[in-house]
């Protein structure tokens, strides 16, 4: 049973990237996907989630507008499209799964490893 993330890397500010989170060893059907970040020095923050089924998102203010959380049921993977990339968006990303709908972390059963994101010029 694991996630894996995937997608991060290097991009100058005001470009894009688009995380992947894929499991193995299990569905996604009927849990819900989050996508929280860590920054150099800063505690765990969340950032997006999507409910299994339905469509329904949720965003942290910070990224509200930039970022957009979409899954794939059949492909068992999430995705975090980051475009108007900033710097202070720099940080390891980690998808996330749970039963709930929640952006506190001990909600979530399953963590990926994480993925890492900087935005530098």
């Known amino acids: 049973v694991q996630l894996q993330a995937s997608g991060g890397g290097l991009v100058e500010p005001g470009g894009s990237l688009r995380l992947s989170c894929t499991a193995s060893?299990?569905?996604?059907?009927?849990?819900?996907i989050s996508w929280f970040r860590q920054a150099p020095g800063k505690e765990r923050e969340f950032v997006a989630a999507?409910?299994?089924?339905?469509?329904?998102?949720y965003y942290a203010d910070s990224v509200k507008g930039r970022f957009t959380i979409s899954r794939d049921n059949a492909e068992n993977t999430v995705y975090l499209q980051m475009n108007s990339l900033k710097p202070e968006d720099t940080a390891v990303y980690y998808c996330?799964?749970?039963?709930?709908?929640?952006?506190?972390?001990?909600?979530?059963?399953?963590w990926g490893q994480g993925t890492l994101v900087t935005v530098s010029s």
């Open positions: 996330a799964a749970s039963k709930y709908i929640s952006n506190r972390e001990s909600m979530y059963d399953y």
């Open positions: 999507i409910v299994w089924r339905g469509g329904s998102t």
């Open positions: 060893g299990f569905s996604l059907d009927y849990y819900h």
